[in-house]
């Protein structure tokens, strides 16, 4: 079946803009959630969705990020005025039913976000 | 707050090589530690590990925890040049059982 797939695949924008990145999760999986990569780093968890709710968005840097998942399925990470700090790849997770022990969360390629 | 540590940071090995990578962790309530395999974007799942001293087996790729000592190993036989990725260990508690805490890597490039 289909993967976890996220879009677009590479986002170039100017500091201080407006981005959206979305997420289209495994069918089926009810948990979701939002992870940061810089360079040379391991992800870092942002935020777990738990249906539609954001169930922990205790990861997410500052009031500049947010994220929606209105119909529990697709979900869309928002940062507002991006800087260029904000410049690194963002992957997007899904599991079955998410927080058992033998959940497994499965990874989608990526946004990588450039912040001129 | 957790830790996880990953050694070693890079490794080159040649092809038909055996690699063991190591993984060393502090945390609260340990819950699960997990490997990962990433190639280019999307880390891909390769064992999860809850119990010591059971080893989890998939072809040329192995692993197993220790509780006690704190660590796991992921082993890889035979290597072959797709093998080359970054393996990433993540571990999760019990307060936020689904938020992997991720170390940095160990960075595996087998040559022909």
């Known amino acids: 079946g289909a993967g976890v797939s996220q879009t677009p695949s590479n986002k170039v924008t100017e500091k201080g803009k407006y981005v959206e990145l979305r997420c289209d999760p495994i069918?089926?999986?009810?948990?979701l959630y939002w992870y940061r990569q810089s360079l040379g780093q391991g992800p870092e968890f942002l935020i777990y969705?738990?249906?539609?709710?954001?169930?922990?968005d205790s990861g997410l840097p500052n009031d500049r990020f947010f994220a929606v998942r209105p119909e529990g399925s697709v979900s869309t990470l928002k940062i507002q005025r991006t800087e260029r700090g904000d410049s690194a790849v963002y992957l997007c997770?899904?599991?079955?039913?998410?927080?058992?022990?033998?959940?497994?969360?499965?990874f989608g390629p990526g946004t990588r976000l450039t912040v001129l | 707050e957790d830790k996880v540590v990953q050694s070693p940071l890079s490794l080159v090995v040649h092809e038909g090589d055996t690699v063991t990578l190591n993984c060393s962790y502090e945390v609260t309530n340990f819950r699960s530690l997990l490997w990962y395999k990433q190639e280019k974007k999307a880390p891909t799942f390769l064992f999860m590990l809850t119990s010591s001293g059971i080893e989890k087996k998939s072809g040329r790729l192995s692993s197993i925890l220790d509780k006690k000592e704190l660590f796991s190993i992921l082993n890889i036989t035979a290597t072959q040049t797709g093998d080359s990725a970054v393996y990433l260990c993540a571990v999760t508690n019990s307060n936020s059982g689904y938020a992997l805490n991720f170390g940095k890597g160990t960075s595996l490039l087998v040559t022909p």
């Open positions: 069918s089926g999986h009810t948990a």
């Open positions: 969705f738990q249906g539609t709710g954001a169930a922990d």
């Open positions: 997770a899904s599991s079955f039913s998410g927080g058992s022990s033998t959940d497994t969360q499965y």
